[in-house]
Nanobody, 125 residues
Framework: QVQLVESGGGLVQPGGSLRLSCAAS????????MGWYRQAPGNQRELVAT???????KYVDSVKGRFTVSRDNAKNTVYLQMNNLKPEDTAVYYCNADGVWTSEGGSYFPLGSYWGQGTQVTVSS
């Protein structure tokens, strides 16, 4: 079983910064892509930023230049550094692990995709 535990959300003023963290627990797991999605009230969940083990990134246009996704592959942890936050960044942010595999007896077996429980980010003065 794989669990994703997020931390780092909160209330911040416009122009401020926050750093989100998400750690994946589980033995002998390998994760292809980790990243962040967000969902604001009345909106669909959208991709914010993702990062693969070989360094490929994706960002939604609205956060390019302000947010940076990074990960520690050895710890199966992904981070989202958010700078120059705007009120429109207010949402629940969800961590995602996609392409999760587990190793056993020298072979790898697919486990699928997992979501964290979500952490609230509120940008307001």
């Amino acid at each position: 079983q794989v669990q994703l535990v997020e931390s780092g959300g909160g209330l911040v003023q416009p122009g401020g910064s926050l750093r989100l963290s998400c750690a994946a627990s589980g033995s002998r797991i390998v994760i292809n892509e980790m990243g962040w999605y967000r969902q604001a009230p009345g909106n669909q969940r959208e991709l914010v930023a993702t990062l693969t083990t070989d360094g490929r990134t994706k960002y939604v246009d609205s956060v390019k230049g302000r947010f940076t996704v990074s990960r520690d592959n050895a710890k199966n942890t992904v981070y989202l550094q958010m700078n120059n936050l705007k009120p429109e960044d207010t949402a629940v942010y969800y961590c995602n692990a996609d392409g999760v595999w587990t190793s056993e007896g020298g072979s790898y077996f697919p486990l699928g995709s997992y979501w964290g429980q979500g952490t609230q980010v509120t940008v307001s003065s």
